[in-house]
T-cell receptor
Framework: AQSVTQLDSHVSVSEGTPVLLRCNYS??????LFWYVQHPNKGLQLLLK??????LVKGINGFEAEFKKSETSFHLTKPSAHMSDAAEYFC??????????????FGKGTMLLVSP | EPEVTQTPSHQVTQMGQEVILRCVPI?????FYWYRQILGQKVEFLVS????????KSEIFDDQFSVERPDGSNFTLKIRSTKLEDSAMYFC?????????????FGPGTRLTVL
């Protein structure tokens, strides 16, 4: 079975300061890991994904995440927050256990608040 | 850039009524999915669909739910007799292939309110 824990329900930062959104996962198999972002009244947009290649993954809008197998973590970071980054962020795991068919397991989400 | 679209954006219905939520996946994608998010809770997998049949479904996806690809572009989720607890945001997604590493692209969601 796979599961995802997002350690913070809300994170508040000031514009221009670093962002850290934490995620720990559990998977019985080699997982693929994703971060999705949801802006208000919008769909879920893929930020980045890890699929067993490089452990440091770069995504859109300056975000990146590092896969650490020993810590079962996949934290999302950005060096400098922008007002437009305010949104809800979901850490998602998918494993390849089921003969090629994948289903996504979502974390509860972290709401990122950015103040001027 | 191609997108997954969903209609309607908001549906209000009375308990016991049937609803059909519609999705148009990205045109060259072969795998289709429905997820839901009850307010304040996690996004949950409902069902995946490939080659005109269900490939996997969760415990939530009981006999009250069904999916269909009625033509070459639409993918629908039907709830036969809605309950209050079916109130949620329903997301459709699609992917090129079904393996874990393949990205699922999501639509904007349909907010279903059951009164």
């Amino acid at each position: 079975a796979q599961s995802v824990t997002q350690l913070d329900s809300h994170v508040s930062v000031s514009e221009g300061t670093p962002v850290l959104l934490r995620c720990n996962y559990s998977s019985s198999y080699s997982p693929s890991l994703f971060w999705y972002v949801q802006h208000p009244n919008k769909g879920l947009q893929l930020l980045l994904k890890y699929t067993s290649a490089a452990t440091l993954v770069k995504g859109i809008n300056g975000f990146e995440a590092e896969f650490k197998k020993s810590e079962t973590s996949f934290h999302l970071t950005k060096p400098s927050a922008h007002m437009s980054d305010a949104a809800e962020y979901f850490c998602v795991v998918s494993d390849s256990a089921r003969g090629g068919y994948s289903t996504l397991t979502f974390g509860k989400g972290t709401m990122l608040l950015v103040s001027p | 850039e191609p997108e997954v679209t969903q209609t309607p954006s908001h549906q209000v219905t009375q308990m016991g009524q049937e609803v059909i939520l519609r999705c148009v996946p990205i045109s060259n994608h072969l795998y289709f999915y429905w997820y839901r998010q009850i307010l304040g809770q996690k996004v949950e997998f409902l069902v995946s669909f490939y080659n005109n049949e269900i490939s996997e479904k969760s415990e939530i996806f009981d006999d009250q739910f069904s999916v269909e690809r009625p033509d070459g572009s639409n993918f629908t989720l039907k709830i036969r007799s809605t309950k209050l607890e079916d109130s949620a945001m329903y997301f459709c997604a699609s992917s090129v292939a079904g393996q874990a590493a393949n990205t699922q692209y999501f639509g904007p969601g349909t907010r279903l309110t059951v009164l």
